[in-house]
Structures are given as C-alpha cells and as structure tokens.
C-alpha cells in the first residue's frame, strides 16, 4: 500500500475526514465527475477510461458518506444548508450521468448540478475528445503520420492520447476541427453508442425532481481560445437553450476544460453578462463561503483509481490529497 492511501485509510477509519468535513461551515467543496461507470464494464474496452470519474457503486457509498457528514446540496439551494454544504457536480452531459448518477442521487434524497454541453444533447454527435479517443484507438494508441504535436507536449505528458488532448485544447475551434478530420480520415465507421448523450426528456425529468442543470456552453470549445463574440454566443445560447427546454432558469456555468488556461478576463466578464452567478473552473482547490469570486469556483476531482479513503481525505485535506488540474 502506498503512504498515501496508508494515510488515507488512517484518516478516514479514525473518523477524521468527516469530523473535519463537518466543521466547514466556512467552506464550500465542490465535487467535479465527469462519467459515472457500470460495475461490470471491463475498463480495456473503452477508448478513454480517464473520462469516467467512479464506478456506480463506489458512487453509491461516496453519496452515502457524504450524506452522513454533510449537508448535499445545489447552487440553487445553497442557501438552505445547515450543516456543511457540498456540491456533486458532473460535467458534459452523457446519458450515464441519467441512467446511474440521477438515480444514487434521487434514492438518497439529495440533489446534483449536471452541467451540459447542448450542442451534444441536441445532435448527439460524440464530443470532440471522445472522437480523438476513438479514432487514436484505431491509429493503435500511435498518431498518423503529418499530425504532430509540438515537441514540449511530447516529452511532457505520456500516452499519445494525452499529448493530443493537451495539444488539441490549445487550438481554437475551427483548427482543432481540421486535426480532427485529418485524425479520422480512412477510419472505418466506429460503433460510438457508449459516448451517447441524455435526452432533453430526461434532462426534464431530472430537473423536475430538484436536480439543477447548468450549462457547460453549446460546443465544448475552449473558450479562452475563440473571439468574444463567440465566447458570447455559446454562453447566451447554451444557457438560452437549457431555459427553453427545462423551463428552469440556468444560472450556473461550468468552464468547458476547465483548468488555468481555459479562461481569461474576457470569458469570465462574458459569463457574468450572459446572466451566470456561479461559474466552476476545473482547477482542484476548496472555496471559501462566500467564496471569493463565484464566478471561479475551484472543485475537486473525483478519479477512477480513488478509494473511498482517498475520496474522503481529499475533501478533509484538500491540499494534501486534492488532485492537480
Ligand atoms: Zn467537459
């Protein structure tokens, strides 16, 4: 056992983590999932297993710690915790966030922020990240040949399909399509039904159960990286788009990528105007309540190999256990 998880277990089991959680009335964590996974699906059969934050039943016993010390609760309804408050956010909007999130979350009585991305929920094409997964799948984990990331990015991170995401978050969004289009260029047709989205039925029907829905932009671009006048239209619309469909206000944001350079002046001024109170990075920290600038809001990362003694610690000693963006 590393020292790390031997000091988780020690913190968890001597009840340390959530004496420690429920002394924050101060504070506000924020928990970041991306995918929720079935407990039988064999992790090599999927193209990017780093999507997928916990598998359904870990899930289930996070939930249920967390409902034990702390008070599980929305930006809507932030207002209403007595105990300390912390938000289970999932971000992008795919269809297992409905059929094995929403359900954990509906039997223990709490509610979630599902941030979407609304170009996928209307379309149902596979977000750009899932389809550079795929298709480095079929290129056998390597790049083709005349698709090159920049030196720094190779030596800098490992597999092929992190050196890719990396360099491709980079670009705007019209060049990020043209790597896209060479990458899938002479691939056959893949079966893509795992990266499904919700529904907007379902979105619905969530909704009417308490859950809120943010908006995680229309395209998944990186917004730092394309014009005002774009950041503007995919903050309008997306929040515009949920509005219409949900019949509740979308007053909560979550920043496509998320991390240090995913943002800037510009984007965060863009959210403010298109109406948003709250905005979350994917930057790993703990905020303050009130936090400092709600339109900054740090989260913590949920992740695959975590232990529910990890999961713990982490929101107990944020600093110590947090995960790096
Ligand atoms: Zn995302």
Same mark, same amino acid.
């Given at each position: @056992?590393?020292?790390?998880?031997?000091?988780?277990?020690? +913190?968890?089991?001597?009840?340390?983590?959530?004496?420690?959680? =429920?002394?924050?009335?101060?504070?506000?964590? +924020?928990?970041? $999932?991306?995918?929720?996974?079935?407990?039988?699906?064999?992790?090599?059969?999927?193209?990017?297993?780093?999507?997928?934050?916990?598998?359904?039943?870990?899930?289930?016993?996070?939930?249920?710690?967390?409902?034990? /010390?702390?008070?599980?609760?929305?930006?809507?309804?932030?207002?209403?915790?007595?105990?300390? &408050?912390?938000? +289970?956010?999932?971000?992008?909007?795919?269809?297992?966030? #409905?059929?094995?999130?929403? %359900?954990?979350?509906?039997?223990?009585? *709490?509610?979630?922020?599902?941030?979407?991305?609304?170009?996928?929920?209307?379309?149902?094409? &596979?977000?750009?990240?899932?389809?550079?997964?795929?298709?480095?799948?079929?290129?056998?984990?390597?790049?083709?040949?005349?698709?090159?990331?920049?030196?720094?990015?190779?030596?800098? $991170?490992?597999?092929?399909?992190?050196?890719?995401?990396?360099?491709?978050?980079? @670009?705007?969004? !019209?060049? =990020?399509?043209?790597?896209?289009?060479?990458?899938?260029?002479?691939?056959?047709?893949?079966?893509?039904?795992?990266?499904? &989205?919700?529904?907007?039925?379902?979105?619905?029907?969530?909704?009417?159960?308490?859950?809120?829905?943010?908006?995680?932009?229309?395209?998944?671009?990186?917004?730092?990286?394309?014009?005002? !006048? =774009? +950041?503007?239209?995919?903050?309008?619309?997306?929040?515009?788009? *949920?509005?219409?469909?949900?019949?509740? &206000?979308?007053?909560?944001?979550?920043?496509?990528?998320?991390?240090?350079?995913?943002?800037?002046?510009?984007?965060?001024?863009?959210?403010?105007?298109?109406?948003?109170?709250?905005?979350?990075? #994917?930057?790993?920290?703990?905020?303050? =309540?009130? %936090?400092?600038?709600? @339109?900054?809001? /740090?989260?913590?990362?949920?992740?695959?190999?975590?232990?529910?003694?990890?999961?713990?610690?982490?929101?107990?000693?944020? !600093?110590?256990?947090?995960?790096?963006?």
């Amino acid at each position: @056992m590393s020292l790390r998880r031997w000091l988780a277990s020690l +913190i968890h089991q001597s009840g340390t983590a959530g004496w420690r959680l =429920r002394r924050y009335r101060q504070r506000l964590p +924020i928990l970041a $999932y991306h995918r929720i996974l079935d407990d039988d699906t064999d992790l090599a059969s999927l193209a990017d297993p780093g999507l997928f934050s916990t598998r359904v039943s870990d899930f289930r016993r996070q939930v249920d710690w967390l409902t034990r /010390h702390a008070d599980c609760v929305t930006f809507n309804t932030l207002g209403q915790a007595r105990r300390c &408050p912390v938000i +289970i956010t999932f971000d992008d909007g795919y269809e297992d966030n #409905y059929r094995l999130a929403w %359900p954990v979350l509906r039997d223990a009585g *709490i509610a979630g922020v599902f941030f979407v991305t609304t170009d996928f929920i209307d379309h149902g094409q &596979p977000l750009w990240f899932d389809r550079v997964a795929v298709a480095l799948r079929q290129h056998d984990g390597k790049l083709p040949g005349g698709i090159m990331p920049p030196p720094e990015a190779e030596h800098r $991170y490992g597999s092929a399909l992190e050196q890719c995401l990396r360099w491709m978050k980079s @670009m705007d969004d !019209s060049r =990020r399509i043209e790597v896209l289009t060479a990458l899938e260029q002479n691939l056959s047709k893949t079966n893509l039904s795992h990266h499904r &989205p919700m529904s907007w039925d379902q979105l619905r029907e969530m909704a009417a159960s308490g859950m809120e829905i943010g908006s995680h932009s229309c395209s998944h671009a990186v917004l730092a990286n394309e014009t005002r !006048s =774009r +950041i503007r239209n995919e903050l309008l619309q997306s929040r515009q788009r *949920i509005e219409d469909e949900t019949g509740k &206000p979308c007053r909560s944001l979550a920043y496509p990528v998320g991390g240090e350079a995913a943002t800037n002046p510009i984007v965060i001024d863009e959210a403010r105007k298109a109406g948003y109170q709250h905005a979350c990075s #994917y930057i790993s920290g703990i905020n303050h =309540r009130p %936090p400092a600038d709600p @339109m900054q809001l /740090h989260r913590l990362h949920v992740e695959l190999d975590q232990s529910l003694y990890e999961f713990t610690s982490t929101l107990a000693f944020p !600093s110590v256990f947090g995960y790096r963006s």
